[in-house]
C-alpha cells in the first residue's frame, strides 16, 4: 500500500504544514503528522531565535488547500525535503538553501495552479 493510498484510507481529508512567513505548504500524510511537523518546526524558530525577526515564522497544521492530485504529487516530492529541514537536524540550512528551497516550492505552487 503506498503512503497516498494509506491516508486516502485513514482519512478523506488532505493535511499539510503551512509555514507563515514564506508561506510554505509542506504536504503530510495525515493531521497528526502534520500537527507533529508543525511542532518541531516552531520549537526550532523559538530555539533559534528565528522568531523574534520582523516577519516571525511560524507552522500549522491545515488541510490541504489545492486538488488532491498536486496533494499526492508534494507527498512524494516533499518527503525528502522534510527530512533536510532544519527542524530535523541532519544539515545545517543556510540562507541560500533556504532561498531556493521557497523559490524551487513557489515554483511548483505556480505551475500547479495553472494545471488546475
Known sequence: ????SEERHVSEQLWCVHIEGPDDFVAAVSKEAAEREASAINAHVERS???ERAAPVRAVAMEWPF???SH???VESDWE???RM???G???ASSSNILTNIARRVKELIEVARGA
Open 1 to 4: 500500500m503506498t503512503v497516498l
Open 49 to 51: 531565535g528565528q522568531g
Open 67 to 69: 486538488t488532491p492530485e
Open 72 to 74: 499526492a504529487r508534494a
Open 81 to 83: 525535503d522534510l527530512q
Open 86 to 88: 532544519p527542524h530535523r
Open 90 to 92: 541532519r544539515q545545517p
